[in-house]
Protein backbone atom coordinates (compact mmCIF):
# COMPACT_ATOMS: atom_id res chain seq x y z
CA UNK A 1 0.00 0.00 0.00
CA UNK A 2 1.26 2.95 -1.07
CA UNK A 3 1.27 6.51 0.72
CA UNK A 4 -1.51 7.96 -1.82
CA UNK A 5 -3.99 6.38 -2.11
CA UNK A 6 -7.32 6.92 0.45
CA UNK A 7 -6.62 3.29 1.84
CA UNK A 8 -3.39 4.65 3.18
CA UNK A 9 -5.12 7.63 4.76
CA UNK A 10 -8.46 5.41 6.10
CA UNK A 11 -5.34 2.71 7.39
CA UNK A 12 -3.56 5.80 9.55
CA UNK A 13 -7.05 7.22 10.82
CA UNK A 14 -8.22 4.27 12.15
CA UNK A 15 -5.08 3.38 13.45
CA UNK A 16 -5.11 6.22 15.12
CA UNK A 17 -8.00 5.92 16.77
CA UNK A 18 -7.49 2.52 17.95
CA UNK A 19 -4.04 3.37 19.74
CA UNK A 20 -5.90 6.32 21.32
CA UNK A 21 -8.77 4.04 22.69
CA UNK A 22 -5.79 1.49 23.67
CA UNK A 23 -3.92 4.29 25.63
CA UNK A 24 -6.74 6.05 27.12
CA UNK A 25 -9.12 2.87 28.51
CA UNK A 26 -5.68 1.15 29.82
CA UNK A 27 -4.09 4.83 31.47
CA UNK A 28 -6.87 6.14 32.74
CA UNK A 29 -6.36 5.29 35.99
CA UNK A 30 -3.04 6.31 36.32
CA UNK A 31 -4.26 10.06 37.73
CA UNK A 32 -6.94 8.40 39.88
CA UNK A 33 -4.55 6.36 41.71
CA UNK A 34 -4.42 8.96 44.95
CA UNK A 35 -8.19 8.56 45.21
CA UNK A 36 -8.24 4.97 45.25
CA UNK A 37 -5.72 5.16 47.51
CA UNK A 38 -8.16 6.85 49.56
CA UNK A 39 -11.85 5.88 48.95
CA UNK A 40 -10.43 2.20 49.55
CA UNK A 41 -7.85 2.52 52.15
CA UNK A 42 -4.65 1.82 50.14
CA UNK A 43 -1.36 2.07 50.11
CA UNK A 44 0.45 3.93 46.84
CA UNK A 45 2.40 0.41 46.01
CA UNK A 46 -2.06 -0.87 46.73
CA UNK A 47 -3.39 1.60 44.77
CA UNK A 48 -0.77 0.92 41.55
CA UNK A 49 -2.12 -2.33 40.87
CA UNK A 50 -5.27 -0.60 39.57
CA UNK A 51 -2.68 0.11 36.58
CA UNK A 52 -0.01 -3.11 36.80
CA UNK A 53 -2.50 -5.76 37.07
CA UNK A 54 -4.50 -4.88 33.65
CA UNK A 55 -0.62 -4.22 31.80
CA UNK A 56 0.83 -7.74 33.13
CA UNK A 57 -2.50 -8.99 31.76
CA UNK A 58 -1.75 -7.32 28.70
CA UNK A 59 1.62 -8.45 28.06
CA UNK A 60 0.56 -12.33 29.05
CA UNK A 61 -2.42 -12.13 26.09
CA UNK A 62 -0.65 -10.32 23.83
CA UNK A 63 1.52 -13.50 22.81
CA UNK A 64 -1.64 -15.63 22.98
CA UNK A 65 -3.82 -13.09 20.51
CA UNK A 66 -0.95 -12.65 17.86
CA UNK A 67 -0.75 -16.42 17.21
CA UNK A 68 -4.39 -16.08 16.85
CA UNK A 69 -3.89 -13.32 14.32
CA UNK A 70 -2.28 -14.99 12.46
CA UNK A 71 -5.21 -17.68 11.71
CA UNK A 72 -8.29 -15.65 11.80
CA UNK A 73 -6.99 -12.24 10.37
CA UNK A 74 -5.90 -8.95 12.04
CA UNK A 75 -8.98 -6.54 11.69
CA UNK A 76 -11.85 -8.64 13.49
CA UNK A 77 -9.53 -9.27 16.25
CA UNK A 78 -8.88 -5.57 17.10
CA UNK A 79 -12.39 -4.21 16.94
CA UNK A 80 -13.37 -6.68 19.30
CA UNK A 81 -10.45 -6.34 21.80
CA UNK A 82 -11.55 -2.51 21.56
CA UNK A 83 -15.32 -3.33 22.32
CA UNK A 84 -14.36 -5.69 24.89
CA UNK A 85 -12.26 -3.34 26.72
CA UNK A 86 -14.22 -0.44 26.90
CA UNK A 87 -17.20 -2.55 28.00
CA UNK A 88 -15.25 -3.44 30.68
CA UNK A 89 -14.34 0.29 31.88
CA UNK A 90 -17.73 0.87 32.11
CA UNK A 91 -18.71 -2.33 34.24
CA UNK A 92 -15.28 -0.77 36.45
CA UNK A 93 -17.07 1.81 36.95
CA UNK A 94 -20.03 0.10 39.23
CA UNK A 95 -17.41 -1.64 41.06
CA UNK A 96 -18.43 -1.92 44.71
CA UNK A 97 -14.90 -3.12 46.25
CA UNK A 98 -11.00 -3.12 45.40
CA UNK A 99 -11.05 -6.54 44.32
CA UNK A 100 -13.90 -6.05 41.83
CA UNK A 101 -12.12 -3.09 40.08
CA UNK A 102 -9.14 -4.80 39.86
CA UNK A 103 -10.95 -7.74 38.27
CA UNK A 104 -12.49 -5.65 35.85
CA UNK A 105 -9.57 -3.70 34.88
CA UNK A 106 -6.97 -7.25 34.39
CA UNK A 107 -10.16 -8.55 32.25
CA UNK A 108 -9.31 -5.15 30.41
CA UNK A 109 -6.02 -5.50 30.02
CA UNK A 110 -6.63 -9.14 28.43
CA UNK A 111 -8.84 -8.02 26.15
CA UNK A 112 -6.32 -5.11 24.98
CA UNK A 113 -3.61 -8.05 23.97
CA UNK A 114 -5.47 -8.20 20.88
CA UNK A 115 -4.31 -4.83 19.88
CA UNK A 116 -1.23 -3.55 20.27
CA UNK A 117 1.17 -6.54 18.34
CA UNK A 118 -2.15 -7.11 15.80
CA UNK A 119 -1.99 -3.59 14.84
CA UNK A 120 1.96 -3.40 14.15
CA UNK A 121 1.77 -6.77 12.45
CA UNK A 122 -1.21 -4.95 10.17
CA UNK A 123 0.84 -2.02 9.49
CA UNK A 124 4.21 -4.14 9.17
CA UNK A 125 2.08 -5.89 5.97
CA UNK A 126 0.02 -3.34 4.53
CA UNK A 127 2.34 -0.22 4.26
CA UNK A 128 5.16 0.40 1.98
CA UNK A 129 8.54 -0.11 3.82
CA UNK A 130 9.32 3.77 2.44
CA UNK A 131 6.43 5.16 4.78
CA UNK A 132 5.97 2.24 7.62
CA UNK A 133 8.01 5.27 10.12
CA UNK A 134 5.67 7.74 9.56
CA UNK A 135 2.64 5.62 9.65
CA UNK A 136 3.75 3.87 13.13
CA UNK A 137 4.25 7.14 14.14
CA UNK A 138 1.16 8.44 13.63
CA UNK A 139 -0.27 5.19 15.41
CA UNK A 140 1.83 5.84 18.58
CA UNK A 141 1.02 9.42 18.30
CA UNK A 142 -2.94 7.91 18.79
CA UNK A 143 -1.18 6.30 22.12
CA UNK A 144 -0.10 9.12 23.07
CA UNK A 145 -2.96 11.37 22.36
CA UNK A 146 -5.36 8.54 23.95
CA UNK A 147 -3.49 8.57 26.89
CA UNK A 148 -3.23 12.62 27.42
CA UNK A 149 -7.08 12.69 26.78
CA UNK A 150 -7.53 9.96 29.06
CA UNK A 151 -5.74 11.16 31.86
CA UNK A 152 -7.16 14.83 31.43
CA UNK A 153 -10.59 13.41 31.58
CA UNK A 154 -10.26 11.23 34.44
CA UNK A 155 -8.74 13.80 36.52
CA UNK A 156 -11.33 16.55 35.49
CA UNK A 157 -14.45 14.41 36.33
CA UNK A 158 -13.09 12.76 39.24
CA UNK A 159 -12.06 16.19 40.94
CA UNK A 160 -15.35 17.64 40.19
CA UNK A 161 -17.67 14.45 39.92
CA UNK A 162 -15.81 11.15 40.74
CA UNK A 163 -13.79 8.58 39.53
CA UNK A 164 -16.66 6.47 38.83
CA UNK A 165 -18.00 9.14 36.49
CA UNK A 166 -14.98 9.56 34.98
CA UNK A 167 -14.76 5.91 34.61
CA UNK A 168 -18.05 5.77 32.72
CA UNK A 169 -18.03 8.50 30.66
CA UNK A 170 -14.25 6.86 29.09
CA UNK A 171 -15.71 3.95 27.93
CA UNK A 172 -18.42 5.11 26.68
CA UNK A 173 -15.92 7.13 24.84
CA UNK A 174 -13.85 4.08 24.15
CA UNK A 175 -17.17 2.14 21.98
CA UNK A 176 -17.44 5.37 20.21
CA UNK A 177 -13.89 5.23 18.98
CA UNK A 178 -14.10 0.76 18.21
CA UNK A 179 -16.89 2.04 15.84
CA UNK A 180 -14.73 4.61 14.15
CA UNK A 181 -11.83 1.76 14.18
CA UNK A 182 -14.19 -0.67 12.49
CA UNK A 183 -15.18 1.82 9.87
CA UNK A 184 -12.15 3.28 8.70
CA UNK A 185 -9.82 0.27 8.38
CA UNK A 186 -9.53 -1.38 4.93
CA UNK A 187 -9.37 -4.92 5.06
CA UNK A 188 -6.04 -6.84 4.78
CA UNK A 189 -4.89 -7.48 1.15
CA UNK A 190 -1.22 -8.81 2.37
CA UNK A 191 -2.11 -11.33 5.50
CA UNK A 192 -2.33 -14.94 4.81
CA UNK A 193 -2.99 -16.99 7.59
CA UNK A 194 -1.07 -18.79 9.15
CA UNK A 195 -1.48 -22.95 9.41
CA UNK A 196 1.35 -24.29 11.19
CA UNK A 197 0.32 -24.80 14.33
CA UNK A 198 2.81 -25.06 17.54
CA UNK A 199 5.60 -25.75 16.27
CA UNK A 200 5.82 -22.64 13.63
CA UNK A 201 4.90 -20.57 16.79
CA UNK A 202 7.88 -22.04 18.53
CA UNK A 203 10.01 -22.22 15.29
CA UNK A 204 9.12 -18.39 14.88
CA UNK A 205 10.78 -17.93 18.40
CA UNK A 206 13.70 -19.50 17.98
CA UNK A 207 14.39 -17.25 14.84
CA UNK A 208 13.06 -14.14 16.59
CA UNK A 209 15.47 -14.31 19.32
CA UNK A 210 18.36 -15.61 17.43
CA UNK A 211 18.22 -12.30 15.20
CA UNK A 212 21.01 -10.08 16.50
CA UNK A 213 18.87 -7.23 16.84
CA UNK A 214 15.60 -8.34 18.10
CA UNK A 215 16.21 -9.22 21.81
CA UNK A 216 17.51 -6.15 22.47
CA UNK A 217 15.25 -4.26 20.98
CA UNK A 218 12.66 -6.55 23.12
CA UNK A 219 14.77 -5.39 26.16
CA UNK A 220 14.87 -2.06 26.00
CA UNK A 221 11.10 -2.25 25.41
CA UNK A 222 10.59 -3.32 28.77
CA UNK A 223 12.93 -0.64 30.14
CA UNK A 224 11.49 1.96 28.41
CA UNK A 225 7.95 1.48 29.26
CA UNK A 226 8.50 0.65 32.73
CA UNK A 227 10.25 4.17 33.35
CA UNK A 228 7.73 5.80 31.13
CA UNK A 229 4.35 4.72 33.18
CA UNK A 230 6.59 4.63 36.64
CA UNK A 231 7.66 8.45 36.26
CA UNK A 232 4.15 9.23 35.27
CA UNK A 233 2.64 7.12 38.04
CA UNK A 234 4.22 8.82 41.12
CA UNK A 235 4.39 12.50 39.68
CA UNK A 236 0.92 12.94 40.63
CA UNK A 237 1.63 11.33 44.13
CA UNK A 238 4.65 13.87 44.41
CA UNK A 239 2.76 16.76 43.30
CA UNK A 240 -0.20 16.14 45.03
CA UNK A 241 1.54 16.38 48.62
CA UNK A 242 3.50 19.05 49.86
CA UNK A 243 4.81 21.56 49.30
CA UNK A 244 3.34 21.77 46.01
CA UNK A 245 -0.50 20.75 47.20
CA UNK A 246 -2.04 20.90 43.66
CA UNK A 247 -5.61 19.95 43.01
CA UNK A 248 -6.55 16.35 41.35
CA UNK A 249 -7.63 18.08 38.11
CA UNK A 250 -4.79 20.95 38.24
CA UNK A 251 -2.09 17.70 38.55
CA UNK A 252 -3.94 15.51 35.56
CA UNK A 253 -3.08 18.94 33.24
CA UNK A 254 0.74 17.45 33.27
CA UNK A 255 -0.91 14.46 30.77
CA UNK A 256 -0.93 17.70 28.23
CA UNK A 257 2.70 17.09 27.58
CA UNK A 258 1.71 13.91 26.05
CA UNK A 259 0.95 16.72 22.53
CA UNK A 260 4.83 16.66 22.81
CA UNK A 261 4.24 12.66 22.00
CA UNK A 262 1.78 12.94 19.20
CA UNK A 263 4.60 15.41 17.73
CA UNK A 264 7.77 13.91 18.33
CA UNK A 265 6.20 9.69 17.64
CA UNK A 266 5.99 11.20 13.78
CA UNK A 267 9.18 13.87 13.88
CA UNK A 268 11.07 10.49 15.02
CA UNK A 269 9.50 8.07 12.18
CA UNK A 270 9.94 10.65 9.66
CA UNK A 271 13.78 11.33 10.97
CA UNK A 272 14.49 7.36 11.61
CA UNK A 273 13.07 6.28 7.58
CA UNK A 274 15.55 9.38 6.32
CA UNK A 275 18.80 9.15 8.70
CA UNK A 276 18.19 5.71 9.54
CA UNK A 277 17.20 4.43 13.07
CA UNK A 278 20.65 3.19 14.54
CA UNK A 279 21.98 6.72 14.17
CA UNK A 280 18.48 8.25 16.15
CA UNK A 281 17.39 6.30 18.52
CA UNK A 282 20.45 6.78 20.88
CA UNK A 283 19.91 10.78 20.78
CA UNK A 284 16.07 10.71 21.71
CA UNK A 285 17.09 8.48 24.22
CA UNK A 286 19.71 10.51 25.83
CA UNK A 287 16.83 13.18 26.02
CA UNK A 288 14.51 11.25 27.71
CA UNK A 289 17.53 10.62 30.36
CA UNK A 290 18.16 14.22 30.42
CA UNK A 291 14.17 14.78 31.31
CA UNK A 292 14.63 12.80 33.75
CA UNK A 293 17.37 14.38 35.82
CA UNK A 294 15.59 17.90 35.68
CA UNK A 295 12.93 16.15 37.55
CA UNK A 296 14.68 16.02 40.79
CA UNK A 297 14.40 19.39 41.35
CA UNK A 298 12.45 21.21 44.11
CA UNK A 299 10.75 24.11 41.42
CA UNK A 300 7.56 23.06 39.74
CA UNK A 301 8.84 24.99 36.46
CA UNK A 302 11.79 22.80 36.14
CA UNK A 303 9.56 19.56 37.52
CA UNK A 304 6.91 20.04 34.62
CA UNK A 305 9.84 21.30 31.93
CA UNK A 306 11.47 17.65 32.93
CA UNK A 307 8.53 16.14 32.44
CA UNK A 308 8.02 17.41 29.01
CA UNK A 309 11.59 16.38 28.03
CA UNK A 310 10.90 13.13 29.18
CA UNK A 311 7.88 12.61 27.27
CA UNK A 312 9.08 13.85 23.73
CA UNK A 313 12.28 11.48 24.41
CA UNK A 314 9.98 8.37 25.43
CA UNK A 315 7.48 8.46 22.30
CA UNK A 316 10.48 9.07 20.20
CA UNK A 317 12.36 6.02 21.02
CA UNK A 318 9.40 3.88 21.05
CA UNK A 319 8.14 4.88 17.37
CA UNK A 320 11.76 4.14 16.25
CA UNK A 321 12.39 0.61 18.87
CA UNK A 322 8.71 -0.54 17.49
CA UNK A 323 9.03 0.24 13.77
CA UNK A 324 12.50 -1.37 13.83
CA UNK A 325 11.27 -4.66 14.84
CA UNK A 326 8.65 -4.42 11.81
CA UNK A 327 11.48 -3.98 9.75
CA UNK A 328 13.90 -6.79 11.22
CA UNK A 329 11.15 -9.18 11.50
CA UNK A 330 10.41 -10.80 8.10
CA UNK A 331 8.22 -13.53 8.66
CA UNK A 332 5.55 -13.84 11.50
CA UNK A 333 5.70 -10.58 12.30
CA UNK A 334 2.52 -10.36 14.57
CA UNK A 335 4.75 -13.08 16.88
CA UNK A 336 7.96 -10.35 16.84
CA UNK A 337 5.61 -7.18 17.52
CA UNK A 338 3.82 -9.44 20.22
CA UNK A 339 7.24 -10.47 22.09
CA UNK A 340 7.97 -6.39 21.62
CA UNK A 341 4.88 -5.20 23.55
CA UNK A 342 4.88 -8.52 26.19
CA UNK A 343 8.07 -6.78 26.98
CA UNK A 344 6.63 -3.32 26.80
CA UNK A 345 4.05 -4.00 28.80
CA UNK A 346 5.16 -5.85 31.68
CA UNK A 347 7.68 -3.53 32.06
CA UNK A 348 4.98 -0.90 33.08
CA UNK A 349 3.62 -3.76 35.16
CA UNK A 350 7.03 -5.04 36.92
CA UNK A 351 9.21 -1.52 37.42
CA UNK A 352 5.46 0.75 38.27
CA UNK A 353 5.32 -2.09 41.21
CA UNK A 354 8.91 -1.46 42.22
CA UNK A 355 8.64 2.23 42.32
CA UNK A 356 6.07 2.01 44.68
CA UNK A 357 7.54 0.33 46.88
CA UNK A 358 10.88 2.88 46.64
CA UNK A 359 7.97 5.59 47.03
CA UNK A 360 7.28 4.55 50.19
CA UNK A 361 10.87 4.50 51.39
CA UNK A 362 12.50 7.12 48.98
CA UNK A 363 9.73 9.15 47.47
CA UNK A 364 10.47 10.66 43.99
CA UNK A 365 14.64 10.83 44.86
CA UNK A 366 14.47 6.39 45.32
CA UNK A 367 11.86 6.15 42.53
CA UNK A 368 14.41 8.59 39.60
CA UNK A 369 17.53 6.80 40.82
CA UNK A 370 15.94 3.28 39.80
CA UNK A 371 14.34 4.69 36.56
CA UNK A 372 17.85 6.48 36.13
CA UNK A 373 19.63 3.00 36.24
CA UNK A 374 17.25 1.71 33.64
CA UNK A 375 17.48 4.34 31.10
CA UNK A 376 20.90 4.09 31.84
CA UNK A 377 20.61 0.26 30.47
CA UNK A 378 18.15 1.32 27.68
CA UNK A 379 20.84 3.61 26.18
CA UNK A 380 23.86 1.37 26.57
CA UNK A 381 21.60 -0.91 24.46
CA UNK A 382 20.77 1.45 21.83
CA UNK A 383 24.48 2.47 21.48
CA UNK A 384 25.09 -1.53 21.02
CA UNK A 385 22.28 -1.35 17.93
CA UNK A 386 24.23 1.63 16.55
CA UNK A 387 26.83 -0.99 15.88
CA UNK A 388 24.27 -3.44 14.14
CA UNK A 389 24.64 -4.55 10.56
CA UNK A 390 21.22 -3.96 8.26
CA UNK A 391 19.87 -6.86 7.13
CA UNK A 392 20.25 -6.30 3.94
CA UNK A 393 21.51 -3.92 1.67
CA UNK A 394 18.02 -3.11 0.60
CA UNK A 395 17.62 -2.06 4.22
CA UNK A 396 20.17 0.03 5.36
CA UNK A 397 18.20 2.81 6.78
CA UNK A 398 16.89 0.13 9.41
Excluded at 27 to 34: F, G, H, N, R, T
Excluded at 91 to 116: C, D, E, I, K, V
Excluded at 217 to 244: D, E, H, Q, T, W
Excluded at 374 to 397: H, K, N, Q, T, Y
Aim: glycine share 12%; charged share 10%.
Amino acid sequence: MSSSPPAYRRTNRALFFGGFSCFALLYCVQPLMPLLAHDFALTPAQSSLSLSLATGALAVSLLFSSVLSDRVGRKAMMVVALVVAAVMTVLSAFAHSYAQLLATRTLLGFALGGMPAVAMAYLGEEIEPASLGVSMGLYISGNAFGGMVGRMAASVLSDFLSWRVALGVLGVAGLLAAWEFGRSLPASRNFRPSSGGLAATVHGLRRHFGDAGLPWLFALSFLLMGCFVSAYNFIGFRLLGAPFGLRQSVVGGISLLYLLGIFSAAWAGRRADRLGRRHVLWTVLGTMFAGLLLTLAHDLVLIVAGMAVFTFGFFASHSIASSWVGRRARTQQALASALYLCCYYLGSSVVGWLCGVLWEHGGWSGVVTLLGVFLGAALAIALRLRRLAPLAPALAAA
